[in-house]
């Protein structure tokens, strides 16, 4: 009898042994399932932190006031391939990085260079888009004609923005603006000595503003990748996937091209 009620006991002990296993092996599906991805896609939508005040990547319509751009266009065409609602939320550049970090927002669209130093905090998607840095002066400046002419020299530029350190990294002291305008004003009237920037921002504003005050004194030879900063860590692994494939997808239809012509008058979307 003894033997029997100990069998018995054994087979119990093994059974709830085997439930416990594939209690445990379920709870590791579901977690798995339960990823940023799954995550936005039950919300129904994706954060998207973005400036607002840099045109012609992210800006405000002058006549309808509505939130528009190259890198807003780009990105709500990736929240449409990943069968969600984009939902912009406006913030200075380094409080994007940082949002993207803490978790506060999904990603972020806004020209973000992809730097060495950024990927030790981020994990970047493929890039969309490639442009060159240039130094802005005053026409009629003799004096700055390479980067390391900054050297002692005064820039201004949005706080944490790649431009900014690389003034930093020619000597040049910085000020910290929230718009391109601002910054083109600023070296308009002589605040400061330079600007750094995109040159597609560049162009576009000499061409909006029609200004021949303004010149490009120097143009970076190394080209910027634009692409989309999102928290590191296997939570992103599969929506940066989903997000590599929008950007594959988009750039063979033509919609990159398309988009990018349309603010620029060419296609930056092509190395």
């Known amino acids: 009898m003894r033997k029997k009620l100990s069998m018995l006991l054994a087979t119990a002990l093994t059974a709830v042994t085997v439930a416990g296993c594939g209690a445990s092996a379920g709870s ?33 319509d ?10 807003v266009e780009i990105a ?15 913030v200075a550049f380094d409080g994007g990085l940082t949002g993207v970090t803490t978790g506060t927002f999904d990603m972020m669209a806004n020209g973000v260079d992809v730097t060495d130093d950024r990927k030790e905090t981020y994990d970047f998607t493929h890039p969309y888009a490639y442009d060159h840095a240039v130094v802005v002066t005053l026409a ?5 004609n390479t980067f390391d002419d900054l050297a002692g020299k005064t820039t201004a530029n949005s706080a944490g923005s790649t431009y900014e350190a690389m003034g ?13 305008g601002e910054t083109m004003t600023l070296v308009l009237n002589g605040t400061v000595d330079a600007t750094i920037n995109a040159n597609t921002s560049a162009q576009d ?30 939570d992103n692994d599969s929506l940066r996937e989903a997000i590599n494939e929008a950007i594959s ?5 033509g919609t990159l091209a398309e988009i990018s ?11």
């Open 168 to 180: 930093v990294a020619h000597g040049a002291t910085c000020s910290n603006v929230d718009t391109i």
């Open 28 to 60: 590791a599906t579901e977690s798995k399932g339960d990823d940023h991805l799954a995550r936005i896609k039950a919300a129904g939508k994706i954060t998207i932190a973005t400036e607002g005040v840099w045109a012609p990547f992210t800006y405000h």
């Open 62 to 71: 002058e006549n309808t006031d509505e939130l528009v751009g190259f890198d």
């Open 205 to 234: 504003y000499f061409k909006t503003t029609g200004t021949t005050e303004l010149k490009v004194a120097a143009m970076d030879d190394e080209v910027t990748m634009y692409a989309i900063p999102l928290a590191k860590g296997e």
């Open 140 to 144: 009629s400046n003799n004096d700055i």
């Open 249 to 253: 997808e988009l750039r063979d239809d």
């Open 76 to 90: 709500a065409a990736i929240a449409k391939k990943l069968g969600v609602e984009p939902d912009f939320q406006e």
């Open 261 to 271: 012509n349309k603010y620029f008058g060419a296609d930056i979307t092509s190395n």
